[in-house]
């Protein structure tokens, strides 16, 4: 073979493994780091105080100290004030008050200075600096004060107001701070190389960052309402992540080219989100995760955030600081790659007397000699065009996922109430109803039994099981149908019973296994089949537009999701330990999601081309996740996404993997009808694309001149080939 002929190969092969490389990485980057980080959180050296004097307080705080896996990093104090203040300055996570006369036989006693004595605890929490911590904190103090025998009583130093209770008003603001920094400086490297110098990337930059740091806080704030004031704080300190992180991206750039988006994901998403402290506390992941959150760029974001929104500022300098280290430190790394690489250019020529530097991203236009080109657009265009994917993308995630689920609250979640007879069942759901209104759809049930059915085949999130005299009233729930939804049952339930003066047991029908502590898995591994579905068709379409042709796309869709199905298996399951058994039926869904996904995303590439992620993304992860039932449950977010549900691809895989884990496949049918409806429309539309295109060409062809002669063999050619 000839070196001309080998070297068109050798391209095409490069861009072939670029295309099949690059989502592989990027896929397999995510879900390792995700489920590693988020899987099985569990607390360890988590900060937290005991207040009280005497023996009693003493023994509480070894017993923390002293329990399995060092779940607790207790300390004594003396005053509940002084656990007020370390909660705001979040030294600690919470603090239980153990009254005055705990340590004496007579429970009668009177409350101390701090208003609390008797048989009741105070466990002081700040919600605000964290949900999931909050919990974490009431599972591991309630029961060293149920061994004293004491009630516990909470209380909110920092409260998340009624319109962002779960805290996901600072977790989106930081991530799209991050979206809008590193996808901008990404899109101009490739779209417009002669920005990325330094003297117009900053000042480009930086206007770029008041511009977003606006756009992000106006759909968290005004339009969303999931946070409230601050407003000059807030867009200062959106405005320094975006900018710290668009100049890191354009070092990163400087080192790894086209492919700094895979660092540049990595650093500022794939580890900034476990690390940012805003999901999941720091304290519940691997301790790699808690070096991370002081010094990557998205928890500093965060936390800066977080300090302003809810806790007056204090404690944001440190973040703010750490964010003007990686905007200087990238800011000087850029201009010295940049110092060095014309001093190393300096003198060189390309053999025609031209500089070499050219080569680094100036334009030929205008150069004698060069081909005519036609004419480009007034600057201040181009930018427009180059800065509309990225402000598109950042609108999109932010404003649906946010008002998605930054208010998660019960909306009709359907349980059932249990008694003997039909009138007490009608009776006792009827007066719930009158005090729990319409967050609650309450029926009710004269058979435990059937209860259990309903909710094995998640028909009913739960069901309250009224007590024969004498005997505990049970709350019955599955933790495998989503662990958010059985918290707000055994919640309300256990409040219900509370007031009435009832014990209570919490029977758990599914209950989620220590490798999948908050139930999460089933999503990273829907999301994992996702990706490796859009990321490599976007790809194909930009570097390897002929695999859109249906007889070769069809091959090559089936082998990569077999091999992605089985990679993110592999990965979660037998090298992370998320995933036990159920191998085959993971691969079958996987690689089904992945096909599907493929295709419907090919439709989009005939059209659109690269652009084809915007409407992809859109469909599948924007308004995917938060109507998936997988991070948050269903019936707790707007009823516009409980309607897309039953609609999109996600959600379909995302319940499937979950019926065949935790519900021997019951109900499965349904979903897998929903990916099979995708999947057949899909390929339907690329075969009538592929078919149109064909004759389309064929057509033209035929009234093309140049064509048909180009199309004649030349004088001799047969008898030659038959040679």
């Given amino acids: 073979m000839s070196e001309a002929g080998a070297t068109p190969r050798a391209a095409k092969a490069a861009r072939y493994g670029f295309v099949f490389a690059f989502p592989f990485v990027m896929v397999m980057l995510l879900v390792g780091i995700y489920v590693s980080a988020m899987h099985a959180p569990q607390p360890h050296d988590l900060p937290v105080a005991v207040v009280g004097s005497g023996a009693q307080a003493e023994r509480s705080v070894a017993a923390l100290d002293a329990a399995d896996g060092s779940p607790a990093d207790a300390r004594l104090l003396r005053s509940v004030d002084e656990a007020k203040r370390q909660l705001h300055d979040r030294e600690i996570a919470g603090a239980l008050v153990l009254p005055s006369n705990s340590d004496t036989s007579d429970n009668s006693g009177t409350p101390d200075s701090d208003g609390n004595g008797g048989t009741t605890a105070q466990l002081w929490t700040a919600q605000a600096a964290g949900a999931s911590q909050t919990m974490t904190v009431s599972q591991l103090l309630t029961p060293v004060a149920a061994a004293s025998h004491l009630t516990v009583e909470a209380h909110d130093v920092a409260p998340l107001p009624q319109d962002d209770q779960s805290g996901m008003g600072v977790l989106y603001l930081s991530v799209g701070a991050m979206l809008a920094g590193y996808m901008a400086v990404t899109v101009a490297s490739s779209g417009m190389p002669r920005l990325m110098r330094l003297k117009k990337l900053v000042p480009v930059l930086a206007g770029w960052s008041a511009l977003m740091s606006v756009v992000i806080w106006t759909l968290a704030g005004p339009v969303i309402g999931a946070v409230s004031g601050h407003a000059p704080e807030v867009l200062g300190t959106a405005f320094l992540g975006i900018f710290a992180v668009g100049l890191t991206q354009a070092f990163l750039t400087r080192l790894f080219g086209p492919i700094a988006v895979i660092p540049g994901i990595t650093l500022f998403m794939f580890l900034g989100v476990p690390a940012s402290n805003l999901a999941l506390s720091i304290h519940t992941m691997p301790s790699f995760f808690g070096f991370l959150h002081h010094v990557l760029p998205?928890?500093?974001?965060?936390?800066?955030?977080?300090?302003?929104?809810?806790?007056?500022?204090?404690?944001?300098?440190?973040h703010l600081l750490t964010l003007g280290i990686w905007a200087l430190a990238a800011l000087l790394l850029t201009a010295g790659v940049d110092l060095l690489k014309r001093r190393k250019a300096e003198g060189r020529t390309d053999g025609t007397g031209t500089d070499a530097a050219t080569s680094t991203g100036e334009d030929a236009a205008g150069t004698p000699g060069a081909p005519a080109a036609r004419k480009a657009p007034h600057p201040a265009v181009q930018y427009v065009m180059l800065g509309a994917f990225p402000f598109l993308m950042v609108v999109l995630m932010v404003g649906l996922m946010l008002s998605g689920m930054h208010k998660p609250l019960p909306r009709d979640l359907p349980v059932a109430v249990v008694a003997d007879s039909a009138q007490a069942a009608e009776q006792t759901a009827q007066g719930l109803e009158k005090s729990l209104g319409s967050s609650f759809d309450i029926r009710p049930l004269t058979s435990a039994d059937e209860?259990?059915?309903q909710i094995r085949d998640r028909g009913i999130a739960g069901a309250y099981v009224l007590p024969a005299p004498g005997e505990k009233a049970q709350i019955l729930s599955a933790g495998g149908a989503g662990m958010s939804q059985q918290q707000v049952v055994q919640r309300t339930f256990g409040q219900i019973a509370a007031q009435q003066g009832v014990r209570t047991e919490n029977i758990d029908l599914a209950p989620l296994p220590a490798h999948d502590g908050m139930g999460t898995v089933t999503l990273y591994l829907a999301i994992g089949f996702t990706m490796s579905g859009f990321i490599v068709v976007t790809i194909m379409s930009a570097a390897a537009r002929e695999l859109l042709r249906i007889r070769r796309l069809l091959p090559v869709l089936a082998g990569w999701a077999v091999l992605m199905a089985t990679a993110v298996w592999l990965l979660a399951g037998p090298a992370i330990g998320a995933v036990h058994g159920h191998a085959w039926q993971i691969l079958g869904l996987g690689a089904l999601m992945v096909f599907t996904v493929s295709l419907v995303t090919a439709v989009f590439a005939r059209f659109l081309g690269p652009l084809a992620v915007i409407p992809v993304v859109t469909l599948m992860m924007?308004?995917?996740?938060?109507?998936?039932?997988?991070?948050?449950?269903?019936?707790?977010?707007p009823g516009f996404f409980q309607a897309l549900h039953g609609v999109l691809p996600l959600p379909a895989v995302v319940e499937s993997i979950r019926s065949v884990l935790y519900f021997g496949a019951d109900g499965i049918g349904g979903h897998l009808g929903t990916l099979a409806l995708w999947g057949g429309a899909a390929l339907v539309l690329n075969v009538a694309l592929d078919l149109f295109q064909h004759r389309r060409d064929r057509d033209k062809d035929l009234t093309d001149p140049a064509a048909l002669v180009a199309a004649e063999?030349?004088?001799?050619?047969?008898?030659e080939a038959l040679r």
């Fill in 298 to 318: 998205l928890p500093a974001v965060g936390e800066a955030l977080r300090a302003i929104v809810y806790f007056d500022g204090d404690g944001a300098g440190v």
């Fill in 451 to 453: 209860a259990k059915r």
């Fill in 622 to 637: 924007f308004l995917g996740v938060p109507a998936s039932n997988g991070g948050v449950a269903l019936h707790m977010v």
């Fill in 713 to 719: 063999p030349a004088p001799g050619a047969n008898a």
